[in-house]
C-alpha cells in the first residue's frame, strides 16, 4: 500500500484477460506474485494492433494505484498498475495445460513441458522451499565449523549393494569411471586427512529398478566428523533439522529428539522407521525363539486353546484401536480384505471388541472365554470401548503386515497429522543382514560401519561363513549390532549414518565377513586401508536424503515434486528425451560396441 | 593467552617428535594448528611402553600453561599443555613424504597418498579458501536474491565443441545419457519459467585432452538472469567478485572494473584477456586490411625503406619496454631466443635503443634513418631510456607472439604483482569463429549466444555458407559481434557469458548458421525450441570457472592444487587407480560389449 503512487515498470507472463467495455484488466505473474494491470481505454488501439495472449512475456510502464475491488487472498490484491505504457516482450503460443495451482495437464504432459509446469505456483513453492532447506542447512553447519569440501563425480567402479552408472574413459581405452553412489570412502579420507568437519550437498547416483520414489540421480547432505562419538553426532544432527524447521517451518522444535534402539522399534511397531505421532504399539502374543531373544512374548495368553490358527503361527501379534467397539461388521470386514491384499498377505484378521460395559466380543469366541479374551485385550493394552485386532503367521511378514495394518489406522483416523513433526533416532541396527540367494552376510548399512566396540570380539573370532543357512540367525554374526543410526521423521528416513572402522585390520576383517577376497578388497578399496595406516583418527558421519526431507517438510508423498527437472520412472527425462543413442563416432572414441547391433 | 590454567582435551596427529632428557616436547597437529605438548618424566613409563611415531593420532588432556620458548611465528606459540594422560588412538606408518610445506614428497606420490598430501598446510589453506570463496558467492548471490536450483546430472548427448561424458543406460538399452558440460539449457528453460534469478555451484564435464590446466570434471559458478541486458549483469557479476574480493582477501576493490572490446583488447594486447596490471601496449605498425577494419597501422612509418622483413610481413607490431635502452647485447640475444622458440615461432626481434641523450641505435639502422626510427619510437610510446622491441610476421602469429613477448617482459620487469588484482570486462566478442577443416563457423562462446540487436539481420539475411574459403574474413558473418563478455582478472578469463537468444526463429538461424540440419536442431534441442514458443522472457548470465578463480586468489597457476581429489594430466584418479576394468556382468546388463575383446 506504502508504493500508491509510484511509477513502476514490471514485467512478467500474461496468466489472465479479462475485458469490461473499454476496460482491460490482465493479472501479470512474475517469480514474487501475480499484479493486476488495467488498460484503459487509451490503449485499445495498441492492444488491437498487439493484442495479448495467455503466456505472453509482458513489460508494463504505469503508476500504482488502489484497487476499487481488493482481492484478500493475493498479497498485491488492494493495488493495481494503471498502465501508461507496455510493450509485448515475447509471445507464446497456447500452452498444453493451464498454469495454475489445478491445472489440467496429466503427469505425463507437465514432464514433457515440465519448463511450463514450473511456472505453477505449487511447484515454484517447492522449490522456493528445497533451496530455503539448502541455506538453513549450510547456514547452520558453517557455523558449527564444517567446510564445504567438493569430493569427485569421477570415480571408481566398486559396487557393493546398489549398481554403479559407469562412464567410459576415452583416454583410457577398455576402462571406465563410476558415478559416485555417495561420498562415503572420500569423506572419509578427508577425516585422515585432518578436516575433521565436513559436508556437502552433493548428487548422488544409483543404476537400480525405479520404484515411484527414486530417482537414478539424487542428493544427499553428506556429513562427517572426527573425534567424536555416536552421542556427538546425534545431538549436531538434530540440531540441524531442528534448525530446518525453524528456518523453514518456523517451528521452534524444543522437545527432546526421541531415541529408540533398532529392536525396539521392530517390537513395538514392526518397522525400523516408526511413525511415533501415534501410539497404538504391537503386543507380541507369540514370537519365535529365534528373534528378540530378550523379549518376552506372551503366549500364555493364547496357548492351550486348540486355536489351529494361533497355535500353528509362528508369531501372533496384537494391536489396540481407540474407540473400535464401535465398528460395524463391515468396516471390520474392509480391514479384513485390507489385511488380504497381496501387497499385505496374511490370511485373515482376528477381532476383540472390548465393549463400554467392560463385555468382550470377538471372532474367536469359540476358542477362548471372556476371561481370556480379557486378558488378551489387557496386554494389548486397550480400554473399554476399544477394538483389538490380531495377526497370525511367520514373524517375517506377520510383523510387517502389523506394521502395515497400524499405519493405516492411523492414517484412518487422522492420527497422521500432516502439520505434526516427530523426530526419531532409531539406533543400534544389525551390523549384518543375511542375503539368502549367496547365503551370506551382506552389510546392513554399509561396509564401513563399525560393530559396537563390545561386538568387536565376536566379530574378529568368528568365521563368517554360514554352516547351516537354515538356521543363520543362530550365527553369531546376526547379533553383532552396529554404530548406527537412522533418523526417522513421521515414519520417514530421512537420513542414516555410522560410526566408521578406521583401523586396516577390522576393515579387512569386514570385508572378509562379506565374502570379498582379499584380493578384491585391495583392488576396490586398496586406497582406504592404505590411509588406515597412516593415522585414521575415529570418525562417523550421516547422509541425509535432501529431496525426501525436502518432500516431507513440504507435505508430499513424492520426491519428484522437489526436483526441477526429474526423471520418470523408468529413468528417463522425457522433456529432453534423454537418455538416447549417440553417434557411431562416440561410440568409437569410447572403444564400445552396442550389444546386438 | 586468555586459556592459561583451563584443562583442556586435544586430538590430532604427531607432527614432531623432540626429546631433552627426561622430558617430551610433541607438536600436535590439527585443523586449526599446531600446539606444543610437554610430557613430564611421570609420563616415561607409559611412553615407554606406548612410544609415539610422526603421524600417531594422539588424545592428550592436560594444563594450558604459558611457554617459556615462545614461538611467535605459530597462533599458539605462546602456550603449551602441560600433559596429564594421554590415548594414542591410532599408530601410523611411517609416511612416504614429510607432511611439511616444503615436503620431500614428489608430484607423483603426493598424489598417490592425496590423503597425506591434504593434511599439510599448504594444501589445506588452499581448500579453506575455496570454501571461502563459495560461502562468499553464495551469500551475495541470496542477498541478491538469486535460488540456488539444482539441474540434472544425466542429460542428453548435445556435443557441439566439446566432448561428452556419456553414461550407458542399463533401463534403455542401446541408449546413453550424457554428463552436462555446463547446465546452459538448463538454465535457459529455468528463466523460460520464470525463476528470474538462478546461480548453482556445480560440477561440469568435458571430455577433452588435457592439458596441465584442465580437469576432466570441473566447478562453476553458474548465474542466470531475466528481464536484464548486458549492463545488469556486468553491474551484479563485478559485484560478486568484489564481494568475494573483499570477503575472502580482505580487499575493498572499489575501482570502477575497466571495460574493453575483444577488437580493443586484440589490438591493444594482441590478447583477448590482457593483464592490464601494466601498460606495454602494441603499437601497429603494419597489419592486413582483412582484420581491425576500423583501425588505422602505421605503415607510413616503415614502408618505402626496402626493408624486406617488413615489406614482406603481413604485420609488424613494436612494444616499448621502460628503462631498456640499457638492456645489455646479452639481454637482447636472450629475448630473441625467447621469441625464436617453437611455442613463439618468431623468426626474428628487431629492435630500437631510444637513449637517454635521445638518440636511436638500432637492429634496422641499415634501413632506417635516426629520424624514422625516432618517429617509430614516438609511434610506439617510447621515452627516452627506453627500448622499442619489433616483431614481423603473418598477423595471427605475430600479435599472438607479441602479446607473450609482453607477459614475459611484465614478468621479468616485476609488473605483474601477486598482491595487485586488476579486473578488467571484454565485451563485443565475435559471434563467430571459423573452423578451418570443416570451411564453417562455429560458435565462438556457444550456439546460445545472441548476437548484437543490430546485427540480427545480418545474421537472418545472409547465407551462412562459405564459399570463399581463403577469404571468409570477407563474409558478413565475420563481422558479427555478440552480446557475449568475459570477466578478466590479472590476465585470466575467470567468467565469461552472454545475453541469450530467446526467439525460437534466431535460434533456428543460429543452428543452421552452425552447419546443424533442421532435423539434428530438433533431435538434439527440441525441448529448448519448444520452450521458446511459450513465452520465453530476454535473459542473459555468466559462468565463473571456480576452480581457476580459486587459483588465481590463492597465487597459484594450477587449479589442481584447489581440488581436494584432482586427477592427473591422462584424466585418471591415482590414488584411486580409476577408471578401472569393469566386470563382464557388468557390461553385459549395460548391453555393451570392448571394442577389440
Redesign the interface.
Known amino acids: 500500500m506504502g508504493d500508491i503512487g509510484k511509477e513502476v515498470t514490471l514485467?512478467?507472463?500474461?496468466q489472465t484477460i479479462r475485458k469490461f467495455g473499454a476496460i482491460t484488466f490482465v493479472d501479470l505473474?512474475?517469480?514474487y506474485g501475480i499484479t493486476q494491470l488495467v488498460f484503459n481505454e487509451a490503449l485499445n488501439t495498441q492492444l488491437e494492433s498487439h493484442p495479448l495472449g495467455r503466456?505472453?512475456?509482458l513489460?508494463a510502464k504505469g503508476k500504482v494505484i488502489e484497487r476499487t475491488n481488493k482481492n484478500g487472498a493475493i498479497p498485491t490484491g488492494s493495488i493495481e498498475i494503471d498502465v501508461q505504457q507496455f510493450t509485448i516482450?515475447?509471445?507464446?503460443?497456447v500452452?498444453p495445460f493451464t498454469i495454475q495451482d489445478d491445472t489440467d495437464g496429466g503427469d505425463d504432459l507437465r514432464m514433457k513441458?515440465?519448463?511450463?509446469d514450473?511456472?505453477r505456483n505449487a511447484v515454484?513453492k517447492n522449490?522456493?522451499l528445497?533451496?530455503a532447506v539448502?541455506?538453513s542447512a549450510?547456514n547452520y553447519l558453517?557455523e558449527n565449523n564444517f567446510?564445504?569440501?567438493?569430493?569427485?563425480?569421477?570415480?571408481?567402479?566398486t559396487?557393493e549393494g546398489a549398481?554403479?552408472?559407469?562412464?567410459?574413459?576415452?583416454?583410457?581405452?577398455?576402462?571406465?569411471?563410476?558415478?559416485p553412489q555417495s561420498p562415503q570412502t572420500?569423506k572419509q579420507?578427508?577425516m585422515?586427512?585432518?578436516?575433521?568437519?565436513y559436508y556437502q550437498v552433493v548428487?548422488c547416483?544409483r543404476?537400480e529398478?525405479?520404484r515411484a520414489d527414486r530417482q537414478?540421480?539424487f542428493?544427499q547432505i553428506d556429513c562427517e566428523m572426527?573425534?567424536v562419538e555416536q552421542e556427538d553426532i546425534l545431538n549436531m544432527f538434530e540440531g540441524l533439522i531442528k534448525r530446518i524447521f525453524k528456518d523453514v517451518k518456523g517451528i521452534e522444535y524444543n522437545d527432546a529428539v526421541e531415541r529408540m534402539t533398532w529392536e525396539d522399534a521392530m517390537w513395538n511397531y514392526g518397522n525400523d522407521k516408526p511413525d511415533i505421532r501415534f501410539g497404538m504399539r504391537i503386543c507380541t502374543l507369540k514370537k519365535p525363539s529365534t528373534v528378540f531373544a530378550e523379549k518376552q512374548d506372551q503366549s500364555i495368553l493364547i496357548n492351550g486353546a486348540n486355536f489351529q490358527v494361533f497355535d500353528g503361527a509362528e508369531a501372533v501379534l496384537a494391536i489396540a484401536v481407540s474407540g473400535g467397539a464401535v465398528y460395524t461388521r463391515k468396516q471390520l470386514d474392509e480391514l479384513t480384505e485390507w489385511v488380504k491384499r497381496p501387497q499385505i498377505g496374511m490370511k485373515g484378521l482376528a477381532y476383540i471388541r472390548f465393549n463400554e460395559d467392560g463385555t468382550c466380543k470377538s471372532s474367536i469366541d469359540k476358542f477362548y472365554t471372556e476371561e481370556r479374551l480379557k486378558s488378551i485385550v489387557d496386554a494389548a493394552g486397550a480400554q473399554k470401548g476399544d477394538l483389538v485386532l490380531i495377526l497370525a503367521g511367520a514373524e517375517e511378514r506377520t510383523r510387517k503386515a502389523m506394521s502395515e495394518l497400524r499405519l493405516e489406522l492411523g492414517e484412518q483416523m487422522g492420527l497422521r497429522k500432516k502439520d505434526e513433526y516427530k523426530l526419531l533416532w532409531v539406533l543400534d541396527f544389525p551390523l549384518f543382514e543375511y542375503a539368502e540367494e549367496e547365503n551370506r552376510w551382506v552389510a546392513r548399512h554399509h561396509p564401513f560401519t563399525s560393530p559396537k566396540p563390545s561386538q568387536i570380539d565376536t566379530m574378529i573370532n568368528n568365521d563368517p561363513v554360514i554352516h547351516d543357512a537354515a538356521n543363520y540367525l543362530a550365527h553369531p554374526y546376526a547379533q553383532i549390532k552396529a554404530n548406527a543410526y537412522d533418523m526417522v521423521l513421521n515414519g520417514n528416513e530421512i537420513g542414516g549414518g555410522s560410526i566408521r572402522i578406521?583401523?586396516r585390520a577390522l576393515q579387512e576383517k569386514m570385508f572378509d565377513a562379506l565374502g570379498m577376497s582379499q584380493e578384491e578388497a585391495l583392488?576396490k578399496f586398496?586406497?582406504l586401508l592404505?590411509?588406515f595406516?597412516?593415522?585414521?583418527?575415529?570418525h562417523g558421519g550421516i547422509a541425509f536424503g535432501f529431496d525426501r526431507l525436502c518432500a516431507i517438510l513440504g507435505g508430499s508423498e513424492s520426491i519428484r515434486d522437489f526436483?526441477?527437472?526429474p526423471?520418470n520412472n523408468?529413468?528417463?527425462?522425457v522433456?529432453?528425451?534423454?537418455?538416447?543413442?549417440?553417434d557411431d563416432a562416440?561410440l568409437?572414441?569410447?572403444?564400445?560396441?552396442?550389444?546386438?547391433?
Open positions: 514485467a512478467g507472463w500474461v505473474r512474475d517469480r503466456e505472453f512475456v513489460q516482450l515475447n509471445k507464446s503460443a500452452p513441458y515440465r519448463y511450463l514450473l511456472r515454484k522449490l522456493e528445497r533451496y539448502n541455506r549450510r558453517h567446510m564445504d569440501i567438493e569430493t569427485p563425480f569421477l570415480i571408481k567402479s559396487p549398481r554403479d552408472f559407469v562412464v567410459p574413459s576415452r583416454m583410457n581405452a577398455g576402462q571406465f569411471y563410476a558415478l572420500f579420507l578427508l585422515v586427512s585432518g578436516y575433521d568437519r548428487k547416483f543404476d529398478d525405479l537414478p540421480e542428493t572426527s573425534f578406521y583401523q583392488h586398496g586406497f592404505g590411509a595406516e597412516y593415522g585414521a583418527p575415529p526436483i526441477a527437472f526423471k523408468s529413468g528417463r527425462d522433456m529432453l528425451d534423454a537418455p538416447s543413442t549417440i562416440q568409437n572414441e569410447l572403444n564400445i560396441l552396442l550389444k546386438n547391433s
